[in-house]
């Protein structure tokens, strides 16, 4: 039987009306308001498992978050302890080995820049804001996807309490069907308290955005179309149209206009990823930033907001983008609607590989993967946005073939994102480590009917 030290729970809870209480429930989408029954900010991962503990012997459940970026899916939180795991922090790199070991709070802010100036790069997303561990159990898209797959197949080892309040290593020997599910499967198997993962020796990539007058957009999207099958994996490309707010965070050249983007990462050199994107080239952007740069570059090239924002959001992945498609979305898409943006990412290569040993998450069907988005500042907004979102959802349901958890902000059905046998045997490894449920992931795992 656990014994729970109760001075260490303690000495990390929080409770409505303490100081900081509203700062630790706050989420990134900011249409969410968490009220958790108590908040535990834990410094070390002895504090989490005594976290752990004492929620069981209370009879909460345990949701852990770091930043909110995925805090949609978990609803208010009634009848759950919500684990912040801000004060996690500690970051270690390994060099020579082109390995990190990061605690459970970190950002991939914190580990970008140092890994770019020593040569190196993560596959992380297109927001450096969010953080390392989510992204990485949920499967992890970035902008080297094509070229070497998923972020959640780079982990090399997970340490994590159990919702018994015991911590174990999770890796290719310790505990290998939990690492299995821990790589893709989400946050639903214990509390990670930190992670470990592989990085690739990267001095350079080729890449920037080509931003195009909206007017153009039918034509940019059905060129980048076209030119898909010919570009090799080394190049991601994603294609967006934009409605840029007219808000201080937006840099000044792009701030409150309409575009059609092209962005990518190539890696390769500067005249051989000129030489890929002519086509798109002719078309004559307005503006075009693509140059030789640091992998660093690539934590902003997608334009993020990093400050928190209210909108709703909308997703699926296809499996092409017919004229139909593309004309059925840029009428929703239309300047003054209610969207800010539509973003279009170019899977396949790698990702359609499984890699050897993958976990959970091995590949990615489909070609393309879709992220609308519209802000809700007003009541009206309210009202406009999910109309529009419903209606962009009809015009690419025809090459809808699946939907990612990471890019799902809302609660889903599990069997929506796991094919029936990794969703059986993601339910068992649930069984054997939180048979009672107490673990809550953003897009939970149940545990198997024993
Ligand atoms: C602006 C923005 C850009 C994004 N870009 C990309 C992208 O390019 N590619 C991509 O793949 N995804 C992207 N995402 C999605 C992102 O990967 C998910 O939202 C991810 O879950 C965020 O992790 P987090 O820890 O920051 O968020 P949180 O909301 O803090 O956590 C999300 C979930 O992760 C799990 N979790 C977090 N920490 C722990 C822990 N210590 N132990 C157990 N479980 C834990 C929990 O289930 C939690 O509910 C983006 C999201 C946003 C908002």
């Known amino acids: 039987m656990a014994t729970i030290d109760i001075a260490a729970a303690r000495g990390t809870l929080l409770f409505d009306g303490d100081a900081g209480w509203d700062a630790a429930r706050g989420t990134f989408n900011l249409l969410h ?3 958790p029954a108590v908040i535990a900010m834990p410094t070390d991962e002895r504090e989490v498992a005594a976290v752990v503990r004492w929620a069981a012997a209370s009879g909460l459940r345990v949701a852990a978050q770091a930043t909110g970026h995925n805090a949609g899916p978990l609803g208010p939180l009634a009848g759950t302890l919500l684990l912040n795991t801000s004060r996690l922090s500690g970051m270690r790199i390994d060099v020579g080995a082109q390995r990190v070991r990061v605690a459970a709070g970190t950002k991939w802010a914190r580990v970008v820049p140092a890994l770019s100036d020593a040569g190196l790069a993560a596959l ?5 804001d969010v953080g390392i561990v989510g992204y990485s159990l949920g499967g992890g898209l970035g902008w080297l996807a094509r070229r070497h797959g998923l972020q959640c197949n780079r ?11 015991d911590l174990i290593r999770a890796d290719a020997v310790h505990e290998p069907d939990l690492f299995w ?18 990085v690739l020796p990267l001095p350079a990539v080729h890449a920037g955005a080509m931003f195009f007058d909206f007017a153009q957009a039918p034509a940019v999207l059905r060129r980048w179309r076209d030119l898909l099958p010919e570009l090799p994996d080394e190049l991601t490309s994603w294609a967006s149209v934009v409605h840029v707010p007219d808000a201080p965070f937006m840099p000044e050249p792009v701030r409150g206009r309409s575009f059609a983007v092209v962005s990518a990462a190539f890696l390769g050199d500067d005249a051989t990823g000129r030489a890929l994107l002519a086509p798109l080239r002719e078309l004559g952007p307005v503006m075009d930033t693509f140059a030789m740069v640091p992998p660093a570059a690539l934590g902003t090239l997608a334009m993020d907001p990093e400050e928190p924002l209210p909108y709703m959001s909308g997703h699926a992945v296809l499996g092409g983008l017919s004229d139909a498609t593309i004309d059925a979305a840029m009428a929703v898409l239309e300047p003054g609607g209610a969207l800010a943006s539509l973003q279009l990412r170019h899977l396949g290569g790698a990702l359609g590989r499984p890699a050897p040993d993958a976990g959970a998450r091995a590949t990615v069907p489909g070609a393309i993967a879709s992220f609308a988005a519209g802000l ?18 009809d015009a690419v349901a025809p090459e809808a073939v699946g939907a990612l958890p990471a890019f799902v902000e809302e609660p889903s059905e599990a069997a929506r994102f796991h094919d029936p046998a990794t969703l059986a045997r993601l339910r068992a490894v649930k069984a054997l480590y939180d048979p009672a449920d107490r673990i809550r992931g953003n897009h939970p795992i149940t545990p198997a009917a024993a």
Do not use: N
């Open 124 to 128: 992380h997303g297109s927001s450096t």
């Open 33 to 35: 308001d968490q009220q």
């Open 376 to 393: 809700v500042v007003d009541e009206a907004a309210a009202a406009h946005v999910p109309a529009a979102l419903d209606r962009l959802a």
């Open 155 to 165: 982990v090399t080892a997970v340490d994590l309490v159990t919702a018994d309040g």
């Open 181 to 198: 599910a821990l790589r893709g499967g989400g946050g639903s198997f214990g509390v990670v308290t930190a992670i470990e993962f592989a």
